[in-house]
């Protein structure tokens, strides 16, 4: 069975440890065991991705309870050496795993990178990484979508099981990020593969993961957040379908249908064990992550927030939410361009419906406002980006098509108004047709 190769692959390097342990390296009985884990790992035919949280052992997407004594000595070495995300490539060689032993028994705390290896801690954020990396693909992308569904539906009967389901996938996300690979690409290709309620759920999940690392959040909010964006649409359980995929506009009895799913989901949350004390930030951003940062969604509150009213994970979650609903074919309407999805996050961030800064480095994460890039101002000429902006990306320094230079942090010039497609030249664009913003999303 395929589960037992890959528990016989942990055995055997659990073994190949133990072996090192006891022998110098070089010694035949540490070639041996090295010989026979690559053997396990061929078996298995796949990268295997371990994740160590608190107590929680994770391999793959499964919570390991008890761990066997055979691999328990090396799993607690790693936790001693600082590491707690590894991942290994499926065509790693003897070589390859016993200069990564050699790292761990030298008990040096500096991650580890080789080509086929990679460990280090989830909360890693080399300032050296790229960002290119989150423009990467992932493989894992249907394996996450089918334990959101299970994760979901468990949720929505009330089962403690989903919550702890929840947690892994999030778990999981996270040693992908931190381990630096990238989630955009296969979300945006696998947009209609299944249900909407649950791609929507994991992406806004995975993107949620991304910017709360992006922001700099600390990694035990990141998680938090995470799952928070995983649970946030849970209300619409109680929306009927025939409102959820209603091809023409809402009437309005169907709206207010539609807009109590934020209370329904805050609910529902709250009445499943251990999310009300050990979990709290869920039913906060379900209910709040339709508020708009200038409270003009939904549901309205008897009297006016204070700006800390509403907590920075739901205006953080909705950034994700508004992007990943544009950027989803719906039956009221086609999937919109990243450029056309961003170019509404923009004018959102405007108008204060959105989060500015937040809105800021989402777009630096998606890499949209980058040197070449052709832009619209809001005096209507067309420019072209000639350097990213520093302190926001929604200030690049442009040249417009008369040759103007502008810095566009400076106030008193045209600011950004619309992000033409990707790979359009100044001239060739069709007349302005910057899409009107459409927060909040259904
Ligand atoms: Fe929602
Ligand atoms: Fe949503």
Redesign the pocket.
């Given at each position: 069975m395929k589960q037992d190769s890959l528990d016989y692959f942990l055995h055997a390097l659990g073994a190949l440890f133990r072996m090192r342990r006891m022998y110098p390296p070089g010694k035949k009985q540490v070639a041996q065991a090295a010989k026979q884990t690559i053997q396990r790992l061929a078996d298995w035919g796949r990268p295997v991705r371990i994740t160590l949280l608190g107590n929680d052992t994770i391999i793959e997407s499964r919570r390991l309870g008890v761990l066997p004594l055979s691999f328990q000595h090396f799993f607690q070495a790693l936790r001693q050496s600082g590491c707690d995300s590894v991942q290994i490539e499926a065509d790693a060689g003897e070589k390859d795993l016993l200069a990564w032993i050699e790292h761990v028994i030298s008990k040096e705390r500096s991650p580890y990178r080789s080509p086929k290896i990679i460990a280090g801690a989830l909360s890693l954020e080399k300032p050296s990484q790229p960002p290119e990396v989150l423009a990467q693909a992932v493989s894992g992308y249907l394996g996450f979508l089918s334990q959101t569904q299970e994760a979901i539906s468990e949720l929505e009967s009330n089962k403690t099981e989903g919550l702890v389901r929840a947690r892994e996938i999030v778990c999981a996300i996270a040693a992908r990020l931190a381990v630096g690979k990238g989630l955009f690409e296969p979300i945006h290709e696998l947009k209609n593969f299944d249900d909407y309620t649950f791609t929507h759920a994991l992406n806004v999940c995975m993107l949620s993961s991304a910017l709360a690392r992006a922001i700099k959040a600390p990694s035990e909010w990141v998680n938090a957040i995470s799952l928070a964006a995983l649970c946030?649409?849970l209300?619409?359980k109680e929306v009927p379908k025939e409102v959820l995929n209603k091809r023409g506009p809402l009437e309005p009895e169907e709206r207010a249908l539609m807009q109590n799913?934020?209370a329904h989901?805050a609910r529902l949350l709250l009445n499943i064990p251990g999310v009300e004390s050990e979990n709290s930030l869920l039913p906060v951003v379900a209910y709040q992550?339709?508020m708009a940062a200038d409270q003009s969604g939904y549901p309205k509150p008897p009297a006016p927030l204070s700006p800390y009213g509403r907590h920075f994970a739901s205006l953080l979650v909705a950034v994700v939410?508004v992007f990943d609903a544009l950027r989803t074919i719906r039956p009221y309407r086609p999937a919109l361009s990243v450029a056309k999805a961003s170019t509404i996050l923009l004018g959102d961030a405007i108008s204060g419906k959105l989060h500015k800064e937040y809105v800021s480095t989402f777009l630096s994460l998606l890499q949209i406002l980058v040197p070449g890039r052709c832009v619209v101002l809001s005096d209507g000429s067309r420019a072209r980006i000639l350097e990213a902006g520093s302190g926001s990306a929604l200030a690049p320094i442009v040249e417009t098509e008369e040759g103007c230079v502008y810095i566009l942090s400076d106030p008193s010039v045209p600011q950004l108004s619309k992000i033409e497609e990707e790979g359009m030249e100044r001239n060739s664009s069709s007349p302005m047709d910057t899409p009107s913003p459409s927060f909040?999303?259904?």
């Open positions: 946030h649409d209300g619409k799913h934020p989901g992550h339709h939410d909040p999303p259904p």
